[in-house]
């Protein structure tokens, strides 16, 4: 009679082993997975950058049996700390992404990629970039004052070239469109005063606000996108470090890649807004004066990456 029950034992731990290593089986096959693209034009591990130039990371990752919710990327610094530079979602069995960012003045980070899937499963791929310790800070190019119309203004334009520091009006904007990286337009939002910087590529970013005001960008071959940080909200760059700014320094540090939005609301006397370009060169914007109309305009200064 025991050695029966001892054999029922040994059976009933045999099969409950089975069963989980089964489900550990079945687990460990839920977990993405996730690589990096490699070829000439891609960022490789333990790769020296000179400060401010493009890092070029290419991304795929794929799960076999849930789907892929949240891709998030993190620049790891030496002491442990981080900063999140891309969080998005989507849902997707794979997930094939080439994204550029700019070398900043840390000696060493260490990049972060990972992917969720729906069973909130994870996987991550790392790449460490260095800074060349023989990088130089560049010079700025600074227009110490601007005056752009908002929407219903007749004396000042609301399109800028900021490669000329030149201002035009809708009509002439269309013509010079691929030299057009800013735009303003004036609106009331929670019941208060907003003067907006944009640019004509918030109109492929989901949103038509400025679309609204100037319906010929719906029409433009090309639609540069400028992103603005609206991290400054909470941790604001002072006048007194704009006006002291003399290379560029200032403007690579100020600008956080994950705050980097469509626009930027409630640009109001004395806010210093970071801002990246299409191109990637960085810059800064002081608001001088900002009128409370839509017949107004708004005044700024500008430091931005030679």
Same mark, same amino acid.
């Given at each position: 009679?025991?050695?029966?029950?001892?054999?029922? *034992?040994?059976?009933?731990?045999?099969?409950?082993?089975?069963?989980?290593?089964?489900?550990?089986?079945?687990?460990?096959?839920?977990?993405?997975?996730? +690589?990096?693209?490699?070829?000439?034009?891609?960022?490789?591990?333990?790769?020296?950058?000179?400060?401010?130039?493009?890092?070029?990371?290419?991304?795929?990752?794929? /799960?076999?049996?849930?789907?892929?919710?949240?891709?998030?990327?993190?620049?790891?610094?030496?002491?442990? &700390?981080?900063?999140?530079?891309?969080?998005?979602?989507?849902?997707?069995?794979?997930?094939?992404?080439?994204?550029?960012?700019?070398?900043?003045?840390?000696?060493?980070?260490?990049?972060?990629? &990972?992917?969720?899937?729906?069973?909130?499963? /994870?996987?991550?791929?790392?790449?460490?970039?260095?800074?060349?310790?023989?990088?130089?800070?560049?010079?700025?190019?600074?227009?110490?004052?601007?005056?752009?119309?908002?929407?219903?203004?007749?004396e000042f334009g609301q399109f800028l070239?900021?490669?000329?520091?030149?201002?035009?009006?809708?009509?002439?904007? #269309?013509?010079?469109?691929?030299?057009?990286?800013?735009? &303003?337009?004036?609106?009331?939002?929670?019941?208060?005063? /907003?003067?907006?910087?944009?640019?004509?590529? #918030?109109?492929?970013?989901?949103?038509?606000?400025? &679309?609204?005001?100037?319906?010929?960008?719906?029409? +433009?071959?090309?639609?540069?996108?400028?992103? +603005?940080?609206?991290?400054?909200?909470?941790?604001?760059?002072?006048?007194?470090?704009?006006?002291?700014?003399?290379?560029?320094?200032?403007?690579?540090?100020?600008?956080?890649?994950? +705050?980097?939005?469509?626009?930027?609301?409630?640009?109001?006397?004395?806010?210093?807004?970071?801002?990246?370009?299409?191109?990637?060169?960085?810059?800064?914007?002081?608001?001088?004066?900002?009128? #409370?109309?839509?017949?107004?305009?708004? #005044? *700024?200064?500008?430091?931005?990456?030679?």
């Open positions: 009679m025991i050695n029966k029950i001892k054999a029922v *034992f040994i059976l009933i731990i045999s099969v409950l082993l089975i069963l989980l290593n089964a489900c550990e089986k079945t687990e460990e096959s839920t977990v993405p997975e996730i +690589w990096f693209k490699t070829g000439e034009v891609y960022a490789q591990n333990d790769d020296t950058v000179e400060v401010g130039y493009p890092l070029n990371f290419g991304v795929q990752a794929r /799960s076999t049996e849930s789907m892929i919710t949240n891709f998030v990327i993190k620049k790891v610094f030496a002491d442990g &700390s981080y900063k999140v530079a891309m969080d998005t979602g989507l849902y997707a069995m794979t997930l094939n992404i080439d994204k550029t960012f700019y070398q900043g003045v840390e000696d060493v980070v260490e990049w972060t990629f &990972s992917v969720m899937c729906k069973n909130r499963l /994870s996987a991550h791929a790392h790449m460490k970039i260095n800074k060349d310790p023989n990088s130089q800070f560049g010079g700025v190019v600074f227009y110490p004052s601007i005056t752009m119309g908002y929407q219903q203004n007749i070239d900021l490669n000329e520091g030149k201002v035009y009006f809708e009509d002439s904007a #269309e013509i010079n469109q691929s030299a057009i990286e800013l735009l &303003s337009y004036y609106i009331e939002e929670d019941d208060l005063p /907003s003067p907006v910087f944009s640019s004509a590529g #918030e109109y492929d970013n989901y949103s038509t606000e400025a &679309s609204g005001f100037y319906p010929s960008i719906q029409n +433009w071959s090309t639609r540069n996108y400028t992103l +603005w940080d609206i991290s400054v909200d909470n941790d604001p760059v002072s006048v007194n470090d704009f006006d002291n700014c003399h290379n560029d320094s200032l403007l690579i540090v100020s600008y956080h890649d994950v +705050w980097g939005k469509k626009k930027f609301k409630w640009a109001t006397e004395g806010r210093v807004i970071p801002f990246q370009r299409a191109n990637g060169k960085k810059g800064l914007l002081k608001v001088i004066r900002a009128d #409370e109309t839509e017949t107004g305009s708004i #005044e *700024f200064a500008i430091k931005m990456q030679l």
